[in-house]
């Protein structure tokens, strides 16, 4: 089982990339984003309380993402791996991550980084907003502190993978067939 962490700050493709990985190497992708989209659109519990934190550029408690995410592994057991893109965030979820797939008898193969400046990213999630219909992708306030809480909150996984010899950072510019090379140069070698 290859099970990739898809990292990088919002606006740094993950998404995108995440769609191109999942076909190459029939993973599937859990995207927490997603999976609170969905829960807010249909008014769930879940997504009433997301939506407060995803609204004002917070993380979601770790206690309601890693209930979700177990959840979303469970329904596809017979998965050849998974990428998870937006998760973990936090060392604390890190570990719950490591925790579940150890009881799977699986683990984390790699965390795969895309790096990108951070005013690329600001324009490209004003671009993404015009069309995306998400409010947090409109207000560049609301951008620079998502980007701001990115480092601030979650670069500290950068350290907890390296740690453990899982860390690649790859080249997050150029076209999207660049980005993709760059990214599965480094699975073909996991």
Known sequence: MTNIVL???????KGT????????????????????????????DLGKQAKVFIDEGKLVPDEITIGMLEAEVDKNKEAKGFIFDG???????????????????TKVNAMLALEVDDEVLVQRLLERGKTSGRVDDANEEVIRKRIKVYYNET?????????????????????????????????DKL
């Open 7 to 13: 990292f990088g700050p919002p606006g740094a493709g």
């Open 17 to 44: 990339q995440a769609e191109f990985l999942k076909e190459k190497y029939n993973l599937v992708h859990i995207s927490t984003g997603d999976v609170f989209r969905y829960n807010i659109k249909n008014g769930t």
């Open 87 to 105: 998760f973990p965030r936090t060392e604390a979820q890190a570990d719950a991550l490591e925790n579940f797939l150890n009881k799977k008898q």
């Open 155 to 187: 670069a500290i996984l950068k350290s907890y993978y390296q740690k453990k010899d899982k860390y690649y950072g790859v080249d997050g510019v150029g076209s999207i067939q660049e980005i993709t090379a760059r990214l599965s140069a480094v699975i």
